[in-house]
């Protein structure tokens, strides 16, 4: 004959009760835990964070002034290499131009892909002489080559080739994007650099000068003096010395162009050549 369970007592019932309350205490702890856990690992990332971004701007503040540093020639006061309409690079201004100034950093893939969308356009402005083309190679994405320091190693030779054999530089730095390195990587080596500067014209004994590092203080300057400038990530434009507005978008073919000749001649040049 079937019997039926009998019901738990109230004894059972409450150690029943007891139990799952403990469970789900120990259950929070456990959230607890793993959420105190969460937090400190991401204090320790912010103050990581913080501890790289005081000591950037505490080497930064060190850097030696544009104006006590050996310079490319005919570089500008404010770390520019102008580019004169027979394509050779540090000529002076040439009075009612439009004043161009462009930063690049070599590591920088967006700064490859404005390169091929905007440099024939740079190019026949400068040509024509309706726009000064001044270039500033900086080096704002060491920290994505491993060590290697790739991009301050590549505006160091660009520089070079500026003060030594100008000729070539826009060809170096159409070279030096052509090749571009991902980033994170360790970049191009010294005799690659080398390499790649002698395929396009640029002397032997050129480029066997990169690794002497003449320029490597002028890069530092000049990447502070970008940012004293106003320039906070690459590439950046600037058109008669005032950034591009955000709204232009220089990936649209003629865009920039476009906004170059509306722009005008300023009523001075905002750049000044000097001597290294």
Not at 1 to 6: A, Q, S, Y
Not at 205 to 231: H, I, L, P, R
Not at 255 to 270: D, H, R
Request: proline share 7%.
């Amino acid at each position: 004959m079937p019997t039926n369970d009998p019901k738990p007592s109230k004894a059972n019932r409450r150690d029943a009760a007891r139990a799952k309350a403990l469970a789900l205490r120990e259950e929070q702890r456990k959230r607890d835990q793993r959420r105190r856990a969460y937090l400190v690992t991401a204090a320790v990332a912010i103050l990581a964070a913080i501890a790289i971004t005081v000591t950037v701007i505490i080497g930064h503040s060190g850097s030696p002034s544009l104006s006590k540093i050996a310079a490319p020639a005919g570089a500008t006061a404010n770390a520019g290499i102008p580019i004169g309409p027979d394509g050779v690079a540090g000529k002076p201004i040439r009075d009612g131009a439009i004043v161009v100034d462009v930063y690049t950093d070599f590591m920088c893939p967006i700064c490859g892909q404005f390169e091929q969308e905007n440099g024939a356009a740079l190019d026949e402005l400068s040509k024509a002489g309706t726009a000064a083309i001044v270039y500033h190679p900086i080096a704002i994405l060491d920290r994505y080559s491993q060590g290697t320091q790739y991009s301050t190693r590549a505006a160091q030779a660009a520089a070079v080739v500026a003060d030594k054999d100008p000729q070539h530089y826009l060809a170096f730095d159409e070279a030096l994007f052509a090749n571009q390195p991902k980033e994170d990587t360790v970049g191009l080596s010294d005799a690659q650099l080398a390499q790649l500067a002698t395929s396009v014209g640029v002397p032997a004994a050129v480029a066997a000068t990169f690794t002497d590092g003449k320029f490597t203080d002028w890069v530092t300057a000049a990447t502070e003096q970008a940012s004293k400038n106003g320039v906070s990530g690459t590439p950046a434009v600037m058109i008669n010395g005032k950034l591009i507005p955000p709204t232009l978008d220089w990936r649209v073919a003629g865009a920039l162009k476009t906004a170059i000749l509306a722009a005008g001649a300023p009523a001075s040049p905002s750049s000044s050549p000097t001597s290294s």
